[in-house]
């Protein structure tokens, strides 16, 4: 409502606010590409530099287990030593075998870790490619790889790991290679799904078309600009999963269709400690306790990955 | 009314007292760097019945202010100084109880944006209702349906019963201001009410609101960016630069008269209050008139006669899923033809949903046309091979209207303007460098800029590197799609000199897409007017601004803000 | 919201042939005898051998097998198993109290895991939602079997306030330690899916306008925050019912629960390939048929699903 009420006109001094140039380039501190910069911030997060620590040890453990025990964790086993204390050089005491524990826990590393990683890169491998090609080019192509998706995305993974393992072929070859097999059979969808959700979102964007009109084909502007782009929540989502594949071949192995009995793993361990749990609990809490802090330094570091790559937290 | 004759209004202010007033207002933020001051010293008084505009650039603090009126400032932020004032009692420090008690019945609110600030999951009627019972007034649904028809809201008592996806953008902010004034509040905030809408809309909205407001007898208090806006329809005009209140006046006085450099800038730029032609080109040399009349250019544009690109019958037509396999169909762009002369700017305007962008993505040959041709120098673009056209995107190259979007966060400046020079294999990397510094000369950036990645540069930075990188293949045609309408004013008015200049020195020849009729009239020769497919009016920017053939393009006219303000011609 | 049920209806019908078609060619479409080699070195009679060739019509064409499978599966005519047992009838036994077990479930990591993210993301950056996050992560990497024996061990067992395994009487109380179990894992998904979703919305334009409008705190957490969290919440609890059958098969077993879990788990010990392959295929439609379920529950929170393409 405009009222013919008199108001003053005020000014301010100029001192007060100096008028800026529009839009000067900043030049006083050091560039920074995103990379960088994630970097930067999750160099100051505990969470991560606790998880990083870890799973390097984890590593160096699973690589070197020479280095950290000398006790043979298979030959070794005396009987008299059944369910036996801790002792000089045996320091978590011994198994109903009379196997030393810590020692199979440190020679058990290999196999989770190896099933951990084997199953992510062939999940990265597998999801990414048919993520990315059904969020790139939609139309047919995204509809099949959709509805691939969705049946195996139907068979939740324990239930799919127990009806191929019941396959004669998976039965006579159980090992690493198989677990392996199932838990990329079962897990690719997850990974594919993250990868088409994120592909989607960038694939729009001003600077796809930008490229396309430079002259830059669409599978070029794919692999130079779309990918690096949806790298982030990939990232997140394989960190993840590596922890999720290791509870994974535990829980088959403690079913008795994962690991053969002869190969040294954590699962396998927690799974014959069950008849002698009430009298030495030692004997599931050790393994146990190892298998859940290895995943939890993965699922932690993605979580760190996660704060760090939020593209939320970049924009100024 | 005279300040001898003290009325009490019906809520019990005496008529002289402000309303609301804002003394020395200090605002500051914790952020992960430490404390930032938002806001310093502002001040500003409203009395009963009046509007008042703050306006500023985004980052001057002009909502943060507006916010802290109604206590909304968000989590980390805090009022550190000063009082806020309202009807004689400071409530920057009040409970948030005493605040709930002021919120929609003392003091309302209509937001910015009508697409976010609806709840998705819930009925029209049911977001009007609960105000109304939290504000202890009857909320029948008729009383709903009542308060809907007053925002102008036809059909209410059906409408209460839709969700928000089924309302356009003009009928959710209608939705809005229903809400802000259901409980006829003595104060209405209203942030940037209308940005989001059609400029035809936005009008119609704000002549609703003023109606609303003038018979309620509700103070408002306007934010926005946009000058013209704000000297037409408030009362007094405030501005904010950096945090700080640098004018504050009776609109017309200060739009005549501004004092404070800053406000000088601003009405110099603004372009809803500018008439003329970017003078940039005069200034170089070439008279105004031989950029308007074809045919008459100088030696160094020996081709103005020449059609560059012949846009002949051009239609789009998308297939919409309609579910169960049915598509209908949707005509984009309906039977469009127009031409485009060498070293000329046509601008297509239009609302959205008016095709314009869909003639731009077709001509850059990003989307097929479904019939209808594309000459581009002599050539039916729509025939080319793949080889041709990796030749033909040499010559026509696009700018996109994000800034934030429109650059690969992933590549550095050097990458991003060298990208197009490696795609086309042009020189070696010693001679690649070489052009891209150049080019960042060309669009005045710093050579350091080279090392810097997009998101550490402002919008009007990015927009320049996206202009860097379409002139380095030493293009012909440049298609801006609204590519200065994301900008504060005083950048959008620098990059639109910067494309004159580019223009004037390098025989660019630009197609300019947008819906904005002021920036129009700054920089084209030639205005196609677009509405639903359809071409409506073509012609010099001249003729179509003085002598407007078509209603539609009339109303478009008549809905610039600013446009009525009558304003001697040498403020603008 | 019809066209949408039918719709939906139509996107299932797909993925549910899909997967057992999966899951049968997996098994019966190898070279060699299926059953034979599904029983590993402990073959059962001859008379349950001929049994199951008669079951899985071994001697027609595949895609025969497959549809006369399919026909079996919606008739509940599931085979026998091991001891030539009806595993219909066995399952018509053991099903309630899975369905127990995870409803139970379903609802501890439901209600907890809602209203503990509910109050972290409402109070971000306290130390409740500190603790609550980091927390969050240890029963993320604990996997469920090695839970299962410390909280048997530790309440079953050491304090003694819970009876550390089920056995046949099953009720609805004795299930509380499993359940907890069980449902611990996506308690923690559920928790952080709520927080975050809580957060997001508490900083959507439409709380800060319905604060605007004068409603108080909690009615804006009621009406606006919490239903709009509800969404990606509910779609997550019905995807975690597969990990709640795959959790239940080990629950199950540690707790000697006497549930559909168990029998698989002793149909693997026992190499009993065939009732392995019914049940799985039964669990499968339940899930994909309880997945169906909270799309259209989805659909009801959400009314801008209804009307997508």
């Known amino acids: ?316 | 009314m005279t300040t001898s004759d003290v009325t009490i209004h019906e809520a019990g202010t005496p008529a002289d007292r402000p309303l609301l007033e804002i003394r020395d207002l200090a605002i500051s933020f914790t952020t992960g760097s430490g404390e930032v001051q938002a806001v310093r010293n502002a001040h500003l008084t409203i009395m009963p019945g009046e509007t008042v505009a703050i306006v500023g650039e985004s980052g001057s603090g002009k909502s943060t202010t507006a916010l802290a009126a109604i206590g909304l400032l968000p989590g980390n932020g805090r009022v550190a100084g000063g009082q806020i004032l309202l009807d004689g009692e400071d409530i920057s420090h009040a409970s948030e109880k005493r605040m709930i008690e002021l919120r929609g019945n003392i003091i309302g609110m209509v937001p910015q944006d009508p697409m976010s600030n609806l709840n998705p999951v819930w009925k029209i009627g049911d977001q009007v209702k609960e105000t109304l019972k939290a504000n202890g007034r009857p909320s029948g649904p008729d009383d709903v349906a009542k308060v809907l028809a007053q925002a102008g809201l036809p059909d209410a008592a059906r409408r209460a019963k839709q969700y928000p996806h089924e309302f356009s953008g003009g009928m959710r902010q209608r939705a809005l201001i229903a809400i802000g004034l259901s409980c006829q509040p003595r104060l209405l905030i209203a942030d940037e009410p209308t940005s989001a809408l059609d400029v035809t809309v936005q009008r119609q909205i704000l002549d609703h609101l003023e109606k609303m407001t003038s018979e309620l007898g509700t103070s408002v208090l306007l934010i926005t960016h946009d000058l013209g806006l704000a000297a037409e329809r408030a009362d007094k005009v405030v501005v904010m630069y950096r945090g700080n209140v640098v004018e504050a006046g009776p609109s017309l006085e200060l739009l005549q008269n501004p004092q404070h450099p800053y406000t000088q800038r601003l009405v110099a730029s603004a372009p809803s209050l500018a008439s003329r032609r970017i003078q940039v080109a005069k200034e170089l040399g070439v008279a105004t008139n031989d950029l308007l009349v074809p045919g008459d250019g100088g030696a160094a544009k020996p081709a103005m006669t020449e059609d560059v690109l012949q846009i002949q019958n051009l239609s789009k037509v998308f297939k919409l899923r309609a579910g169960f396999g049915k598509s209908t169909d949707f005509t984009a762009v309906d039977d469009v033809s127009f031409n485009v002369k060498r070293g000329t700017t046509t601008a297509i305007v239009g609302e959205s949903g008016s095709g314009k962008s869909t003639v731009a993505q077709m001509v850059l040959n990003l989307l097929e046309p479904t019939s209808g041709k594309i000459i581009f120098d002599g050539v039916d673009t729509s025939v080319l091979k793949p080889k041709e056209i990796f030749a033909f995107r040499r010559r026509v190259q696009p700018i996109f209207q994000d800034p934030y979007g429109s650059l690969d966060p992933m590549y550095n400046i050097y990458r991003t303007i060298e990208e197009p020079l490696r795609v086309h294999k042009i020189g070696d990397k010693a001679s690649r460098e070489k052009k891209v510094r150049e080019l960042l000369d060309q669009v005045s950036l710093p050579q350091s800029t080279m090392q810097r990645y997009p998101n550490e540069l402002s919008g009007g930075q990015r927009q320049r590197v996206a202009i860097a990188r379409a002139l380095a293949l030493d293009p012909e045609v440049i298609i801006c799609d609204e590519a200065v309408s994301a900008l504060d004013v005083l950048v959008q008015a620098q990059v639109l000199n910067l494309l004159a200049e580019l223009q004037s020195r390098l025989g660019l020849t630009y197609l300019f897409i947008t819906h904005d009729l002021a920036v129009v009239r700054q920089i084209a020769d030639h205005v196609c007017v677009m509405e639903k497919g359809k071409l409506v009016e073509t012609g010099s920017t001249d003729e179509v601004f003085e002598a407007p053939q078509r209603d539609y393009t009339k109303a478009l006219l008549n809905a610039i803000p600013g446009a009525r303000l009558m304003l001697p011609p040498e403020v603008a | 919201m019809i066209q949408f049920i039918l719709r939906r209806l139509l996107q299932v019908i797909p993925v549910f042939l899909g997967t057992t078609l999966l899951v049968y060619f997996m098994v019966f479409a190898l070279p060699g005898d299926p059953i034979r080699a599904l029983f590993g070195d402990r073959p059962p009679s001859e008379a349950v051998i001929a049994q199951l060739r008669q079951q899985y019509n071994l001697d027609e064409p595949f895609w025969v097998q497959y549809g006369l499978f399919l026909k079996n599966l919606f008739t509940f005519n599931l085979g026998v198993d091991f001891t030539g047992q009806p595993i219909a009838d066995t399952l018509a036994r053991v099903f309630p109290v899975t369905a127990m077990l995870a409803i139970e479930a379903l609802v501890i990591q439901g209600v907890f895991g809602i209203a503990f993210g509910l109050v972290a993301g409402l109070r971000k950056g306290g130390i409740f939602d500190s603790s609550v996050l980091v927390l969050s992560l240890v029963v993320i990497a604990v996997p469920t079997f090695v839970l299962g024996f410390a909280l048997q061990l530790l309440i079953g067992v050491q304090l003694g306030w819970a009876k550390p395994t089920v056995g046949s009487n099953v009720t609805w109380g004795s299930l509380i330690l499993p359940a907890v179990v069980l449902g611990m894992v996506s308690f923690a998904y559920v928790l952080r899916l709520t927080r975050a979703s809580v957060i997001e919305n508490m900083n959507a334009d439409y709380v800060r306008t319905a604060t605007a409008k004068g409603l108080a705190r909690r009615q804006v957490v009621t009406t606006h925050v919490l239903r709009n969290s509800l969404i990606p919440v509910i779609t997550y609890l019905g995807a975690s019912l597969g990990a709640l059958m795959g959790g239940a098969i080990v629950t199950e077993a540690i707790f000697n629960v006497p549930g559909v879990g168990q029998k698989l788990y002793q149909a693997i010990l026992r190499s009993e390939g065939p009732t392995v392959v019914a049940i799985v295929s039964v669990l499968v439609l339940v899930f994909v048929l309880a997945n169906l379920l909270v799309d259209l529950l989805y659909a009801w929170l959400d009314p801008r699903i209804r009307y997508e393409n």
Not at chain 1, 13 to 31: I, M, S, W
Not at chain 1, 111 to 130: E, K
């Open chain 1, 1 to 316: 409502m405009k009222t013919n009420r008199k108001a003053e006109h005020f000014v301010a001094p100029v001192e007060e606010t100096p008028l800026l140039a529009t839009d000067a380039v900043k030049t006083d501190d050091a560039p920074l590409s995103l990379w960088a910069d994630a970097w930067r911030k999750l160099r100051r997060r505990p969470l991560f530099i606790i998880s990083a620590v870890m799973i390097a040890l984890i590593v160096i453990v699973a690589v070197f287990p020479g280095l950290f025990t000398q006790v043979d964790p298979d030959n070794g086993c005396v009987l008299a030593n059944s369910n036996g204390a801790p002792t000089e050089g045996h320091p978590l005491g011994f198994t109903f075998q009379g196997c030393d524990i810590y020692s199979r826990i440190i020679h058990g590393t290999q196999a989770s870790l190896m099933v951990g990683v084997f199953s992510v890169i062939s999940v990265l491998i597998i999801g990414v490619t048919l993520g990315a090609l059904a969020g790139f080019f939609g139309g047919w192509i995204d509809t099949v790889i959709a509805r691939l998706g969705d049946i195996f995305f139907a068979l939740p993974i324990v239930l799919g790991a127990l009806v191929l393992t019941q396959l004669p072929l998976m039965r006579e070859n159980r090992g690493v290679g198989t677990v392996v097999l199932v838990l990329v059979v079962l897990g690719w969808p997850q990974m594919a799904r993250i990868t088409r959700g994120a592909v989607i979102e960038v694939r729009n964007a001003d600077f796809v078309t930008a490229a396309r009109s430079l002259g830059v084909s669409r599978v070029g502007s794919l692999v130079s600009h779309v990918l690096p782009n949806a790298l982030a929540p990939i990232i997140v989502l394989a960190t993840m999963e590596l922890g999720v594949f290791i509870v994974a071949e535990a829980t088959l192995s403690f079913l008795g269709i994962g690991m053969p009995g002869s190969v040294m793993s954590w699962g396998n361990d927690i799974s014959a400690a069950q008849a002698s749990i009430r009298t030495n609990p030692a004997v599931l809490l050790y393994p146990a306790a190892a298998l859940s802090i290895t995943v939890l330094s993965f699922i932690m570091l993605g979580d760190a990955l996660r704060d760090a790559l939020d593209p939320k937290s970049r924009q100024r």
